[in-house]
Nanobody, 125 residues
């Protein structure tokens, strides 16, 4: 069992930055690829970014590429999502997730085994 706890969400203005954190406990952190997903009101949960267990591979949704950066600190069991140039359309609940298949970064929700409770990001125009 892996427990994931997100933090760092909040209310910001368009163009601002936020950094989300997700801290894991319960299992060896490097056993997992980590991903960030988001879900806006009335929409499906969508992939945002992912990072393999030793940070060799990263993937981004086209909508956030060049604005968001995912990273992880395996000593701290934490994955980060640096979000710059935020837009109102980035408003959503952001979830981190863990995938036990470390050799890939999947964009599919069904591939992730554990999920955090989410943190709200609201971007005003």
């Amino acid at each position: 069992q892996v427990l994931l706890v997100e933090s760092g969400g909040g209310l910001v203005q368009s163009g601002d930055s936020l950094r989300l954190s997700c801290t894991a406990s319960g299992r060896t952190f490097t056993d997992y690829t980590m991903g960030w997903f988001r879900q806006a009101t009335g929409k499906e949960r969508e992939f945002v970014a992912g990072i393999s267990h030793l940070s060799a591979v990263t993937e981004y949704a086209d909508s956030v590429k060049s604005r968001f950066a995912i990273s992880r600190d395996n000593r701290k069991n934490t994955v980060y999502l640096q979000m710059d140039s935020l837009r109102p359309e980035d408003t959503a609940v952001y979830f981190c997730a863990a995938d036990s298949m470390t050799a890939r970064v999947s964009r599919l929700r069904r591939e992730y085994d554990y999920w955090g409770q989410g943190t709200q990001v609201t971007v005003s125009s």
